[in-house]
């Protein structure tokens, strides 16, 4: 540690942020990072506090403290106080092979656990660090195609290319196997590509990443869907490679069981987003091929980050109106002095999406402690409004639970998106390949293997809906399970 006061005399001070009212104009990233100068000066603010939560990546009380990578973010932050940025990058990626990925969308876990943070209430910028380092990587020429200095002679299939089956492939093909990543979609990415929206990740960063992976000698394959009309059976697949890992995600949506469902208009979050971002790729939205929100009444029907990543979206196309539904009661705006640990219980965060509704509408978007009890359609069958009954909690039958007031109201709407959670993967390809699966929809966890030999699983679809940074962390231990069954041990 160079400077044993900088987190006494130096504030936290992070990118600014375009004000809502710029930002809706376009489907742009909106953080303008700091200048190098005042990044290393946060670098400074690290105390090296001996105890660094921060990279601890525990369960504790439940719930996970600091970066399940296990960045080595005190080392870096040093590094980057001293200007020593090209060993910043080594240091960073020895953990974390997709920093551009993490320092856009992680929630910053380690942020959460930071010992500075819980001294001053004002945590190092850990990822914006994290973001100045990679992109220092890629700018200076440090981040540049390797290839691996041997092959083994193996080989092995990854399906699915979100961020698992792009960690797994990179790591396998470091270690000198011969990897190709088949992927369903038209682009590469998974929900890198297709779900988190342009604002919070534009694309050009996923395909910068992939060109270095395919200089480096990783095959993709577009358009295949393993199990499917489009792509090999798994029995080619297992006769083809010496192991196979299956990361396909977890993308099978929690629908709703109410009368009215089958309303036009009513449509899932991800086919929403992933529309949008496709038909802005494609042709600058002049395909006119995806959901418009334009002047369109929107119903979200779910508070989470899906539920709000549809806020900023339909707010960007010009709704005319936007509420989201609920069903938990609002956290409290600020930790209680009794909780030791900074965000536990969960305190209220003002999301981007929030941000913009409240600039645009007046107030936010969300209405707690509710949900749909019906949809209601117009004579051409198409949604026209919902009926939302109000929550509150109770103890049923010795547990916690939301049960109707009584209380309801109506609530007029013509485009509704559903972005109540996911139920685990869709099923056919871990049936097609004989893989076992838990009651939750994931693939049952026998480390990273499956009960089929030479067949593996991570990221979502063994984790079940998470985080890209877990999915990271899936994709690294995959990669060492995957390398240990080929070769007898693993250097990984
Ligand atoms: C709307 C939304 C926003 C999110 N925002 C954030 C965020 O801001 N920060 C964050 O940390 N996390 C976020 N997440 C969660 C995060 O995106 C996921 O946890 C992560 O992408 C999971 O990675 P994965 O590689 O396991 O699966 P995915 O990213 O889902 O990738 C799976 C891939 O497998 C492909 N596939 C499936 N079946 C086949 C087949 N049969 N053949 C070939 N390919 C197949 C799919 O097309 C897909 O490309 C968000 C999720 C959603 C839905
Ligand atoms: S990956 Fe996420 S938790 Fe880990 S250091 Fe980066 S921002 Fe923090």
């Known amino acids: 540690m160079g400077n044993p006061t900088g987190f006494m005399t130096i504030s936290r001070q992070t990118s600014t942020e375009l004000p809502p009212a710029e930002r809706i104009q376009n489907f742009k990233e909106f953080h303008v990072p700091l200048h190098t100068d005042e990044q290393q000066a946060q670098g400074a603010r690290c105390m090296d506090c001996g105890v660094p939560f921060c990279q601890s990546g525990m369960v504790l009380c439940g719930m996970v403290s600091g970066c399940p990578l296990n960045n080595l973010i005190p080392e870096w932050n040093d590094l980057v106080f001293h ?97 190709a990543v088949y992927e369903r979609d038209d682009r590469v990415g998974g929900l890198l590509m297709y779900g ?81 971002t496709r038909s802005l790729l494609d042709s600058a939205f002049a395909d006119g091929r995806c959901l418009d929100a334009k002047g369109k009444k929107v119903l979200i029907i779910g508070g989470g980050d899906t539920g709000n990543d549809c806020v900023g979206t339909a707010i960007r196309q010009g709704c005319a109106a936007v509420t989201q539904l609920e069903m938990l009661p609002c ?83 013509d485009l509704v998106l559903i972005a109540a959670g996911f139920t685990g993967c869709e099923g056919y390809v871990a049936e097609a390949f004989g893989v076992e699966r838990t009651a939750r929809g994931t693939v049952a966890d026998h480390g990273f293997a499956t009960n ?4 593996f699983a991570c990221g979502d679809m063994r984790r079940g809906q998470s985080l890209v940074v877990w999915a990271l962390r899936e994709g690294r231990d995959a990669a060492a399970a995957v390398d240990e069954y080929l070769m007898g041990y693993t250097n990984l």
């Open 196 to 276: 988190i929206p342009n604002m919070k990740l534009e694309k050009w960063v996923i395909d910068r990443r992939v060109d270095v992976m395919k200089a480096e000698g990783v095959a993709f394959v577009t358009g295949a869907d393993v199990a499917g009309a489009t792509g090999p059976a798994p029995a080619d697949l297992t006769a083809q490679y010496d192991a196979v890992v299956l990361c396909c995600g977890a993308k099978q949506p929690r629908d709703l069981a109410v009368p009215g469902r089958e309303a036009q208009g009513i449509h899932f979050a991800v086919d929403y987003l992933s529309g949008v």
């Open 331 to 413: 956290p409290p705006a600020e930790r209680a002095g009794t909780n030791p640990w900074p965000e536990w219980p969960k305190v209220l965060k003002t999301d981007y999406g929030q941000q913009e509704a409240i600039a645009v509408f007046g107030a936010e978007p969300r209405l707690w402690q509710t949900t749909v009890k019906e949809f209601l359609a117009d004579e051409n069958g198409h949604v026209r409004g919902a009926v939302v009954q109000k929550l509150e909690s109770k103890t049923v039958d010795g547990r916690p639970a939301m049960v109707p007031t009584g209380e309801e109201f109506t609530l007029e709407c």
């Open 83 to 179: 200007g020593h940025w090209e060993l910043a990058v080594r240091r960073l990626l020895a953990t974390n092979r997709f920093p551009e990925f993490t320092s856009r969308v992680c929630p910053a876990l380690c942020e959460a656990a930071c010992t500075c943070g819980m001294a001053t209430g004002e945590p190092v910028t850990v990822r914006e660090n994290e973001r100045a380092i990679i992109e220092y990587g890629y700018e200076s020429g440090v981040i540049r195609p390797v290839p691996p200095p041997a092959r083994t002679g193996k080989t092995v299939a990854v399906v699915g290319s979100g961020p698992a089956g792009l960690a797994v492939a990179d790591l396998l093909n470091k270690r000198g196997h011969k990897v």
């Open 452 to 455: 089929v030999p030479g067949v």
